[in-house]
């Protein structure tokens, strides 16, 4: 078997990235559901990008070398990089990060290509199953996203103060 190449997609940017899935995720996944279901085939899509985005996040807080809330917050940057999102910090402790997301650049891309629900599944579903594999003592909310027509999209991500960030 041979060794797996380290992802390093996200040099183009994660929004740039995003664009570039969906306009070949996209016209596969309708031609499978004309064929299969629509629905069974987002759900299999949906299980999928939960897999990968949990290993990513195990990958990322590997190369970060850390998997607490500080680390976690600075590697937005990746998300953030060319104004791809805009965000208001609400609260940053060592146990709790919690932001606004006050313009999504990410929505507006899917709603454009028509496919708000393709957004959901390969981008929005991604931010709490990211940060298991980063750090599965690490728990997410967030009650609405611009995807789904909200003003903004409201992220709180928690360690309890009673675990410590495992070391790498």
Not at 59 to 73: H, P, Q, R, S, W
Not at 97 to 117: I, K, P, Q, S, W
Not at 131 to 159: K, W
């Amino acid at each position: 078997m041979t060794e797996e190449r380290p992802d390093t997609l996200n040099d183009v940017g994660v929004l740039k990235r995003r664009e570039i899935e969906a306009r070949i995720v996209a016209p596969i996944l309708q031609r499978l559901g004309e064929e299969f279901g629509q629905e069974r085939v987002r759900e299999l899509a949906a299980e999928v990008i939960v897999g990968v985005a949990q290993s990513q996040g195990a990958t990322m807080a590997e190369i970060l070398g850390g998997n607490d809330l500080a680390v976690f917050a600075d590697s937005l940057e990746a998300w953030t990089r060319g104004g791809a999102l805009e965000l208001e910090v609400v609260e940053q402790t060592d146990t709790r990060f919690a932001f606004n997301v006050t313009r999504c650049r990410y929505a507006e891309m899917y709603l454009e290509l028509g496919d708000a629900d393709l957004g959901a599944r390969m981008s929005c579903n991604r931010d709490g199953t990211m940060v298991e594999g980063f750090n599965p003592d690490i728990t997410f909310t967030r009650t609405q996203t611009i995807m789904g027509g909200a003003s903004h999209c409201d992220f709180v991500y928690e360690l309890p103060a009673s675990e410590k960030a495992v070391e790498l």
